[in-house]
């Protein structure tokens, strides 16, 4: 039925102006003309608009898409501004001995909704020591990580990460049973702890 009443072709104004007035019999030409004239505009008068129901369809269609343009918007920039970045230690498994010296493997899981970047760890608030190439095991009195000079290690958000930091024997005077204090620093400024028993 909408389809039909769209469908519908009504007079238009142009074409009723168009036509020839045809004088009607038994009146002179003026007062002929003059009845054609007000016959005309009754038949405009007449004409009927868009149904109601139509424009209320409308109306309700162009509402409905511009608030889910809009929600959607403000969905993309409410993003933007709460991303976080949350850092997770999952595990730290440490093995070695004095002699050796110790590998802890540790698994970082960010949790939170923004990239986080690694760019510093600390043994006991010293700093690790960034080698040129990937160590495969402990060198005597340093530190050092599979983190290598001038990198940084990029963790997206609900990705896990494996970083091993190694232990020198001899450094520090640790021994097997001591507890340190394994420090990670990100880029956003965040600190990421966890307490590692030797072995």
């Not at 909408?2 to 007062?31: F, W």
């Not at 002699?99 to 949790?111: H, Y």
């Not at 600390?122 to 495969?136: C, M």
Request: glycine share 6%.
């Amino acid at each position: 039925m909408i389809g039909k009443l769209l469908k519908r072709e009504e007079p238009r104004l142009e074409d009723i102006e168009a036509e020839e007035p045809k004088p009607m019999e038994g009146l002179d030409e003026m007062e002929s003309n003059k009845m054609v004239k007000e016959k005309q505009e009754e038949t405009l008068k007449s004409r009927s608009a868009v149904s109601p129901v139509i424009a209320t369809v409308i109306l309700v269609a162009v509402t409905i898409t511009v608030a889910v343009a809009v929600a959607y918007w403000m969905s993309g920039i409410a993003g933007q501004y709460t991303a976080f970045e949350k850092v997770e230690i999952q595990t730290a498994i440490c093995s070695g001995t004095e002699t050796t010296g110790w590998t802890i493997v540790v698994q970082l899981k960010n949790s939170g909704t923004a990239t986080s970047t690694i760019t510093n760890i600390f043994i006991n608030d010293v700093e690790v020591e960034y080698p040129t190439a990937l160590p495969t095991a402990p060198e005597d009195n340093k530190i050092t990580t599979s983190m290598l000079v001038a990198t940084t290690t990029q963790i997206l958000s609900g990705q896990t990460v494996p970083i091993t930091v190694y232990i020198g024997a001899g450094y520090l005077e640790l021994s097997s049973g001591t507890t340190t204090n394994l420090k990670f620093h990100s880029a956003g400024g965040m600190d990421y702890i966890r307490l590692v028993q030797l072995t």
